[in-house]
């Protein structure tokens, strides 16, 4: 199999909030085929469609009622078909979200499954409840009891998400085959892989109430199971059959449960997103966030980068708030902007960018929830009410971590609603797209859009930092830097988080700062980034 997916840069549509082609508020398909030219003038290799299928929306498509129709929304099949081919004239793949842990509930399996006798019963977790209890003690990741009572089916049905998203159960082998032809469906229109959500949790093992309680209780009963690693390779075996790739969201994992998942000798998943450099400004959960300390960032990224041989590199998607409000310096926003997009090009991996990442685009200036409509969010700010938590406080815990501060529309022009609709839409568009936005940036050589348009083709024009191993150098408070060993050469990447110059003094010569800088002499301004390059002649001298 071709490891294509290497040498590539991905690029995730959120297709809400990317580009409204008819005016009502919501971005869809036709929005998106009419930007193509501007990913491929990025560099863009593979597009991560977030969800577009048939769906309620209460968890904006994480909720699918039709795993093989477009929501009505966002377009038709034949809008789909064009993007596909389109994407593909411009050398561009297209990949899709694979949500298979649950459907909506109104997927038609499980509005059948709600009848005890239905065939599609047992597709769910169906279980009464024992002596007026719920039938176990797990709690779900949007917060309170997983469990939701259906009056007709005089049940529970498991939900690990919303209440409306039912947990698919793959203890019935008839689930599985399902799954197999919907990525027959798909692989056969042309569509390079998936993006496969929460899909380290699939298999549960039995039903049992924990006797540990935890920030998610119950989650031993399901996380990275045998079950799951069985399940992966029925998966690959058919995206082997395309040369198809799969990324896989992949919740509380280390580097060794990164590693079964995706070792290409196990043949499961290509690649993981893991989530612990991306807890680097929390407490036990997001909600209770610390100040971001650059330390803990290097840190979390450096062991992955040692211990997993190639993974995903990613500092944003729909579910993170924005990565220059999270790791930015206020003071230097541009150059912080630059600095994590330096690190996001040179460290192992493929890199993923988030809509509005390239240009910079920061977290929502919502003033209160009834800005919000992050399901999560909401139900957080609900089982926060019930437990007497005032307002004020609720706020300044969902506020910096909302999920909508990654969902606002994108910023395309300084025209009202930046450009993203002629309507009104879905979700508030920021303020501040009259200072960042992508029209103008695209005018404006020194803009981080352009110095996105510098990165990438270095990355792919450069076998070493493609390819060569990781060797970390220094991580400090402030500093982190790290090479980059190939055939020859090494690259040394250098990034001042702070917001005070840096004496560090590495040598080679220098390939690109974010300054703009052409000479280095050791002495590194607040938040500049830079690569040198040395020859391995050149570095033998130096001894
Ligand atoms: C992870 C997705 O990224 C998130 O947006 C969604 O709410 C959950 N999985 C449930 O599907
Ligand atoms: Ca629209």
């Given at each position: 199999m071709s490891e294509w997916w290497k040498e590539e840069v991905v690029y995730q549509i959120y297709p809400r909030s990317f580009c409204d082609s008819n005016g009502d508020g919501i971005g869809d398909l036709p929005g998106i085929i009419s930007k193509l030219d501007e990913l491929k003038a990025l560099g863009v290799g593979i597009l991560w469609l977030s969800p577009v299928y048939a769906s309620p929306n209460e968890d904006n498509g994480y909720d699918i009622s039709d795993y093989r129709a477009v929501n009505p929304e966002y377009g038709t099949m034949d809008d789909m078909d064009r993007l596909i081919a389109e994407a593909k004239e411009r050398g561009i793949r297209v990949i899709m979200d694979l949500v298979i842990n649950h459907t909506s509930t109104a997927h038609p399996w499980f509005q059948a499954s709600r009848d005890p006798a239905s065939p599609y019963r047992n597709y769910y977790y169906w279980r009464e409840g024992t002596n007026g209890k719920l039938p176990n003690n797990w709690t779900g990741f949007f917060g309170g009891s997983c469990w939701a009572y259906d009056d007709r089916s005089r049940a529970y049905y498991l939900h690990l998400f919303a209440p409306h998203q039912a947990d698919l159960n793959y203890h019935e082998p008839k689930v599985l085959e399902e799954v197999k032809e919907i990525l027959r469906f798909w692989l056969d229109r042309g569509i390079a892989g998936f993006r496969c959500d929460v899909i380290n949790i699939l298999w549960k093992d039995s039903l049992q109430s924990s006797p540990k309680k935890a920030v998610l209780t119950g989650s031993d009963h399901y996380l990275s199971l045998e079950g799951t690693h069985r399940i992966l390779r029925e998966i690959r075996n058919i995206l082997d059959e395309y040369d198809a790739f799969t990324v896989g969201e992949t919740v509380f994992v280390d580097t060794k449960q990164a590693c079964d998942l995706s070792a290409p000798e196990r043949r499961e998943l290509n690649m993981v997103f893991g989530f612990e450099h991306m807890e680097c400004d929390q407490r036990i959960v997001k909600w209770f966030k610390t100040d971001f300390h650059p330390a803990r960032l290097a840190k979390a990224l450096s062991r992955w980068q040692q211990q997993v041989p190639w993974n995903t590199l990613y500092l944003e998607n729909h579910d993170q708030p924005r990565s220059v409000s999270r790791f930015g310096s206020a003071r230097y926003p541009i150059h912080s902007a630059k600095l994590l997009a330096t690190m996001l090009f040179t460290l192992k991996g493929t890199p993923f960018i988030y809509q509005g990442q390239e240009i910079g685009m920061t977290n929502?200036?919502?003033?209160?929830?009834?800005q919000v409509q992050d399901v999560e969010s909401r139900n957080i700010d609900a089982l926060l009410r019930s437990w007497h938590v005032p307002a004020r406080q609720r706020w300044r815990m969902i506020a910096p971590t909302s999920r909508d501060n990654a969902r606002t529309p994108m910023q395309w022009t300084v025209e009202p609603q930046a450009g993203f609709t002629t309507g009104t839409p879905w979700l508030g568009v920021n303020g501040n797209y009259r200072f960042v936005n992508y029209a103008s940036q695209k005018e404006n050589p020194d803009s981080l859009l352009n110095y996105y348009k510098q990165l990438i083709p270095l990355r792919r024009g450069s076998e070493t930092l493609l390819f060569g191993s990781f060797e970390p150098l220094r991580i400090s408070d402030e500093v982190f830097a790290y090479r980059r060993v190939g055939t020859g050469e090494a690259y040394t990447v250098v990034l001042n988080f702070s917001d005070k110059p840096q004496r560090v003094p590495y040598v080679g010569e220098l390939v690109l700062s974010n300054y703009g800088y052409n000479r280095y002499d050791g002495l590194l301004q607040p938040c500049e980034s830079v690569i040198l390059r040395e020859r391995m002649d050149d570095h033998v001298k130096t001894k």
């Open positions: 929502f200036d919502f003033t209160s929830m009834a």
